[in-house]
């Protein structure tokens, strides 16, 4: 077993740690330190003098452990670990000792208590280095292929983006064909194309394509494995056939919600969603002389929190629609807030005003009502800005309402270990900077599967998922920091906790050699330690930050007030 | 010639993002940056919406992840002046501003700036504070190398200090530093440009220039960080007193045919974002926002709307206010606006009213960022009325321009928030892996 | 023995362990150096990746070997950069105060605080604080009671 033989390395930062902190004393006090074959100071570590000095030194002094007392390693660590494998040592032999921000900064006016702490926070990491151990980082391989589930607009976008980067793309659609929400949509906003003339060259090109294998009529049944390494099962008529996949996209979708109870839906013939109103009247029937759109419907109340996002837009749509078709109309939009964000929507907005569509504001506390015996014949609504009550005789009712999360969003959630949020859509990684990953390494969701959003929205989406999708499978590996927990099978009991404690589902309770143990899979390990610190019986272990290395910090730093420090 | 690199313009949030997957993906990414530090607008937010998290902290990661990725090249402090070629192979000059540091000897560690004594307006605090002719525009700037800046040191103006020459223990200050040229051939290019504050002092009525306590929702951010000019305390302009009012006035000069006649997405969760914050700051502190439509569409935003009518007690007013006054005495804003929504039935009566608050923040429009104009001309590419890059095909291809192979995410294609502006960044890695793909393909088969 | 008094000589200065989260509480002490904030200087900072690394166990020790205080830093509840780390890290704290009244250590000697990584002020005033807390509270008992050994010794 080779002596333990560590190098200490000083740094002045120019003044900023040499000008309050006395380094020549720490590099004397370390070289007192147990194990320390080696210190010296530099004016800069991180100058290309400090690093050749580093490696010159793990040579000729034979150090297997090195401590560097500067910065920050938030911002150094990478480069000091560098050296020491250039010079052939495991770069997890490696420990930092930051004597700059959190020392000779902040104590400027005691240089020789904050002399004295850089002695003490060296005797720490000197400390810790002797129990360090060297890793490896952990990769895993990463099988070719994706999955996406779900063939609508984000689905099929997704999957070309995939399969035009070269890659083998398994796209699973439940109907029988392509397309999802939108073929229930005659014209898009905001080119008021016919949706057909778009959506047909799609799901052509998605069917002809090399790459993407499509599953109509089928439905995913099981997944297992984890990132680069998933094996899912597909049946399609009974059925079942089993594939294997690096990474996961869902895509899919959401549903219109049918606000049955509201406003006489249901019960009143002319009363009708956008869905049912574009496959009525925009196919070819006549158009009506005059409807109130009622917006929010089922969105923004109590019960449903959330707002529909292209809702709005897809009412000026259809009431600029229904006026070019007849200028005589009278289209009136019930709004409580018109959502004509950016630069389309809100020129789309200003058009369906110039174009003659009546908006009226009403408040959530005082809905419209829709007034009539068998047939809608006329909506009465408190005006809100108007501060009066109005009654607009009508032909039609169009409610506009949000996407909903589809009912069996649950079933899929476990199957891919995903969350769902609070509206009962896919819950991402991070609202903010990861709008369109899971937790969950290796699945990726895109579409109204996460929110409502309309159709630039669901195709970025797409791509971004794609493009999120495509890097294990580029990269071939999953590689992790060699920061991950670990079980000793010998002292764990079982007890679960760590299963429990894991953020990422990283842990699991396995048969071994030493009967059921708990077990870490280091792919999907982030390295927090939260399993490590529920663990009664220390069986598991952070690789770096293990209870031994940390232990030996605080006793380093108690043994200062027994035994003194010169 | 057909290579595997990417330029990256515009190191906001959406380049870094854009540089980043497009790294992992296995590009080489060229990332210009025209001021010192990648960042970009986030690093100014002291929080975003609808989470409350931190910006700084949550933006800083992916600052480091970005700049210390083997396959990004940073180029800060850097424009692009030349560009010609097609979709796989474009030959781009990108000039290097000379910084008047050495970066392979700077270490970052502050000593000039702190012994500069030239002072100017610091442009990340949106002239609120000052900052050194010599400085790091924010501490966590990425990469951590000073900068001298030309138009303010005392040696490059007037020939005279040099004292950060002497302070330098690094010996990393260079006066003799030029402006570089550097030639670089790339497959595709994503613009990331950005956004610019509108300037309000335009609307006259508004009072902003005129009345102290008027200011712009940019300078209250940086009021209210934490790590900001006045260290999170709400000092207002005139007095420096804490205000107990506060009115945030949405489309200032969006929605506005005069000015711009677009919305500019984000404003209405900014607003209802900074008012909580006030009060968060400050229980006692009551705001009202002054909306027409109030824009919270994305996910859980609604819910934000709704904890802070609630729980933060804000105020929301339809109105567009016509006009803000001054009471001189206290210097108080006076805001008069139209009551628009009226409780009672039947009371059809336009009532003005006027409200005097002990602040005014002006939510102003966001305008694509200022040389954007003349970087497109360079790129040959169409712009908008408003001057955001046009897109040809907004409902199948979202990022795309109008030049093939140049690819544009983020708010300098429409005005958008950061979960947005960040599935374009990646949207555009997919569309640059899907081009390049093709390209080598039809080499292979050529 | 050097560490009670100060470089003047005076009183008694506490030692004081901290266990800082490296996404928000580590990063929230650099940009307090970074500021210049200055602060007592009896706080030795730990680095760990999350809050919920700290088990009790590190904190009992660091008691009974007679340090005078120990202070766990996280990020604020919602923000953990692991989701759910520092709701351990909480309720770990309030379970652990207990313990330390039962077993007649003053419980304000371990104390969990939420410093984000762009509150640097936050950090310099915790350090402040703390620090006079524990000052206050005198020397920790074990310490006092601990005979002087030799150095090395655990």
């Not at chain 1, 159709?455 to 071939?476: F, T, W």
């Not at chain 2, 994305?298 to 016509?322: C, H, L, M, N």
Request: with cysteine; proline share 5%.
């Amino acid at each position: 077993m080779p002596k333990t033989r560590v190098g200490v390395f000083v740094c002045h930062c120019g003044n900023n740690i040499g000008g309050v902190v006395r380094v020549p004393d720490v590099v004397e006090y370390a070289r007192t330190l147990p194990n320390v074959t080696y210190a010296e100071d530099n004016l800069y570590t991180c100058s290309e003098e400090g690093l050749s000095s580093i490696k010159d030194q793990i040579a000729k002094e034979g150090l297997n452990r090195i401590v560097v007392a500067s910065c920050t390693p938030r911002t150094h660590e990478p480069l000091f670990k560098k050296a020491c494998e250039e010079a052939g040592l495991n770069k997890y032999l490696f420990e930092f000792v930051n004597i700059r921000e959190h020392c000779s900064w902040v104590h400027m006016h005691d240089p020789a208590m904050a002399t004295q702490k850089a002695k003490e926070l060296v005797r720490m990491g000197v400390a810790k280095a002797v129990h360090l151990e060297p890793q490896e980082e952990f990769e895993s391989d990463v099988f070719p292929a994706a999955l996406v589930i779900g063939g609508g607009v984000a689905g099929m976008s997704a999957a070309l983006a995939l399969a035009n980067q070269g890659i083998q793309v398994h796209l699973v659609e439940r109907e029988q064909e392509l397309g999802g929400l939108i073929r229930g949509v005659q014209t898009l906003f905001p080119t008021e194309q016919d949706t057909d003339e778009l959506l047909r060259p799609l799901a052509e090109r998605v069917k002809a394509h090399p790459q993407i294998s499509v599953f109509l009529g089928s439905e995913v049944e099981s997944v297992s494995g984890f990132i680069g390494d998933f094996d899912v099962s597909v049946r399609t008529d009974g059925e079942v056939e089993g594939l294997r996949v690096g990474t996961i996209v869902v895509a899919t979708g959401a549903e219109e919600l049918k606000p049955v109870g509201l406003y006489r839906y249901g019960e009143l013939p002319n009363v009708v969603t956008q869905l049912e109103f574009e496959e009525q009247f925009k196919s070819g029937g006549d158009v009506p002389r005059s409807v109130a759109i009622i917006n929010c419907v089922g969105a923004r109340i109590p019960q449903r929190t959330y707002c529909g996002r292209f809702c709005c837009a897809t009412a000026i749509k259809n009431a600029i629609w229904m006026m070019e078709r007849d200028p005589e109309a009278r289209v009136y939009v019930l709004h409580r807030d018109v959502m004509a964000y950016g630069v389309e929507i809100e020129e789309f907005y200003q058009r369906a005003m110039e174009l003659g569509v009546r908006f009226l504001r009403y408040d959530v506390e005082s809905p419209p009502e829709v007034l009539g015996e068998d047939r809608a014949k006329a909506v009465k609504v408190q005006h809100q800005l108007m501060g009066k009550e109005v009654t607009l005789p009508v032909d039609m009712v169009v409610l506009t309402t949000p996407l909903v999360a589809r009912d069996d969003n649950g079933k899929l959630s476990k199957m891919l270990k995903v969350p769902l949020g609070s509206e009962g859509f896919f819950l991402e990684a991070h609202l903010k900077l990861r709008p369109i990953e899971f937790s969950t390494d290796g699945v990726y969701v895109c579409g109204a599967a996460r929110y409502p959003s309309n159709i630039p929205e669901s195709v970025s989406q797409a791509y971004a998922a794609a493009a999120k999708a495509s890097i294990p499978i580029r990269e071939g590996l999953v590689r992790v920091e060699a920061i991950t927990a670990v079980c000793d099978e010998r002292t764990c009991s079982a007890c679960g906790n760590c299963v429990e404690a894991c953020p990422f589902g990283a842990v699991e309770l396995q048969q071994g050699r030493f009967g059921r143990t708990a077990y870490v899979n280091t792919a999907l390990c982030k390295g927090c330690g939260c399993c490590v610190a529920a663990c009664p019986s220390g069986a598991m272990q952070q690789r770096g930050f293990s209870d031994r290395q940390v232990l030996s910090m605080i006793g380093a730093l108690a043994e200062v007030m027994t035994g003194g420090v010169e | 010639m057909e290579t595997q690199s990417v330029l990256v313009i515009g190191g906001g949030i959406a380049g870094i993002q854009a540089s980043i997957d497009l790294a992992n993906m296995g590009f080489e990414v060229y990332l210009v940056e025209e001021t010192p530090s990648i960042g970009g607008r986030m690093a100014q937010l002291d929080k975003t919406f609808p989470t409350n998290d931190c910006a700084m902290c949550i933006l800083a990661p992916k600052m480091i992840e970005c700049a210390g990725h083997e396959r990004v090249h940073l180029l800060t402090y850097c424009d692009v002046v030349e560009l010609d070629g097609t979709a796989g192979d474009f030959r781009v000059t990108v000039r290097r501003k000379p910084r008047y540091v050495d970066v392979e000897k700077c270490t970052g560690c502050g000593d000039c700036a702190q012994k500069c004594p030239r002072r100017v307006p610091d442009e990340f605090n949106v002239g609120l504070a000052k900052r050194k002719a010599a400085y790091l525009p924010f501490p966590q700037a990425v990469p951590r190398k000073m900068t001298i800046d030309a138009q303010s040191c005392l040696y490059l103006t007037k020939g005279r200090c040099r004292v950060c020459e002497e302070t330098c223990q690094a010996g990393a200050i260079d006066f003799e530093q030029q402006e570089e040229l550097v030639e670089l051939e790339v497959g595709a290019i994503v613009l990331a440009t950005g956004f610019d504050p509108f300037d309000p002092g335009s609307l006259k009525e508004y009072g902003y220039g005129g009345i102290d306590n008027v200011i712009t929702g940019l300078e209250y951010e940086r009021l209210i960080c934490a790590s900001g000019p006045t260290g999170g305390h709400l000092k207002r302009p005139s007095d420096g007193q804490v205000p107990r009012v506060i009115a945030f006035i949405q489309c200032v000069g969006s929605r506005d045919v005069n000015y711009q006649p677009y919305c500019s997405s984000v404003c209405c969760m900014h607003a209802t974002k900074e008012a909580i914050l006030a009060n968060e700051h400050y229980p006692e502190l009551k705001s009202f926002i002054f909306y027409t439509d109030m824009r919270a569409v994305g996910k859980q935003f609604q819910e934000y709307i709704i904890r802070a009518r609630e729980e933060y007690g804000v105020g929301y007013i339809r109105s567009r206010p016509g006009k803000i006054t001054e009471n001189e005495e206290t210097g108080n804003p006076v805001v008069w606006y139209d009551e628009t929504i009226y409780s009672d039935a039947g009371d059809p009566e336009r009532r003005v009213a006027s409200m005097e608050v002990d602040l005014v923040v002006l939510c102003q429009a966001l305008v694509p960022h200022s040389v954007h104009a003349e970087t497109a001309e360079k790129l040959g590419l169409i712009l908008d009325g408003s001057g955001f890059v046009s897109i040809g095909d907004r409902l199948f291809r979202p990022v795309d321009t109008s030049v093939p192979g140049i690819f544009a995410c983020g708010f300098c294609q429409g005005p958008q928030d950061i979960p947005d502006s960040v599935i374009q960044a990646s949207a555009a890695a997919a569309r640059v892996a899907e081009i390049l793909a093709k390209k080598s393909k039809e080499l292979e088969h050529a | 023995m050097v560490s009670s008094s100060d470089s003047l000589g005076n009183g008694f200065e506490p030692k004081i362990l901290v266990f800082a989260c490296n996404w928000c509480s580590y990063a929230g002490a650099d940009l307090a150096g970074v500021s210049r904030l200055q602060m007592p200087p009896n706080c030795r900072v730990v680095r760990v990746m999350c809050s919920a690394r700290v088990r009790p166990e590190f904190v009992i020790t660091a008691l009974s070997k007679g340090l005078d205080g120990v202070l766990v830093l996280g990020c604020h509840p919602g923000d953990c950069h692991y989701s759910e780390g520092n709701y351990f890290t909480r309720r770990r704290g309030l379970l652990l105060r207990k313990l330390l009244e039962y077993v007649g250590i003053e419980p304000e000697r371990f104390q969990v605080r939420w410093v984000s990584a762009s509150e640097g002020a936050k950090f310099a005033e915790t350090v402040e604080r703390v620090t006079e807390q524990i000052r206050a509270l005198g020397p920790n008992r074990p310490r006092s009671e601990v005979l002087p050994t030799e150095p090395g010794d655990k």
